[in-house]
């Protein structure tokens, strides 16, 4: 079964507007880490934000927030004020556990800023 | 701030040569990640170290290889390439005891010919 599932394949939105990328994960362990990256088309992989399982806060990086919803098993990631350079790829990612255990990574959303 | 380093950044080479990948973590950093990205998919996890010792291992074919030095940098060996190793190729460092952030190395690109 999937363990992190990102239903939006491609997002387009406006510039300066915000956007959300939707992201709902599947685990049974009570201690994990979601994260999001960016994956511009020059193929790097660039760390957006991170949530702990135990962090009450919702996490939040300038432009960049992460609407943690524990219960629904959601982690959507919010970006507002969207720039013409946010044009890339998006991927969920989760960790579950600690000491060295592997990312499972969503399938990705490519976004699309218009000008 | 120092980040995740790859080298070499691109590489081809011919089916059935070898190729070796190195990764230098974030100072600190004691877990090490490999992954594969293939066109259009998401990363695939291959191999992890904690410690100098493998942690979690995932669709890595027995052709490949990785270990973790005593300095925590990490090379991933790959040997009899085939077209289909064709791929971005990831490392990532983190702290291994907590759940923090982990970032990512800017790939190497392995082109089989």
């Known amino acids: 079964a999937q363990k992190i599932t990102q239903t939006q394949p491609g997002m387009f939105v406006q510039e300066k507007e915000a956007v959300t990328l939707d992201c709902t994960y599947d685990?049974?362990?009570?201690?994990?880490?979601l994260f999001w990256y960016k994956q511009p088309s020059s193929g790097e992989m660039i760390f957006l934000i991170y949530q702990g399982s135990y962090d009450e806060q919702n996490a939040t990086e300038g432009r960049y927030s992460l609407n943690f919803q524990k219960a629904r098993k959601s982690a959507n990631l919010v970006i507002s004020a969207s720039q013409l350079g946010d044009s890339a790829m998006y991927f969920c990612a989760m960790r579950e556990g600690s000491y060295g255990q592997n990312f499972v990574f969503g399938p990705g959303t490519r976004l699309s800023v218009l000008p | 701030a120092a980040g995740v380093i790859q080298s070499p950044r691109h590489l081809i080479k011919e089916k059935r040569e070898t190729a070796t990948l190195k990764c230098y973590p974030i100072?600190?950093?004691?877990?090490v990640y490999w992954y594969q990205q293939g066109p259009g998919q998401d990363p695939q996890f291959l191999i992890s170290f904690y410690e100098k010792m493998q942690s979690d291992k995932g669709s890595i074919p027995d052709r490949f290889s990785a270990q973790q030095f005593s300095d925590y940098h990490s090379e991933l060996n790959m040997s009899s390439l085939e077209l289909g190793d064709s791929a971005l190729y990831f490392c990532?460092?983190?702290?291994?005891?907590?759940?923090?952030?982990?970032?990512f190395g800017q790939g190497t690109r392995l082109t089989v010919v």
């Open positions: 990532a460092s983190s702290l291994g005891d907590s759940d923090t952030e982990a970032f």
């Open positions: 685990t049974s362990d009570q201690s994990y880490g």
């Open positions: 100072p600190r950093h004691d877990t």
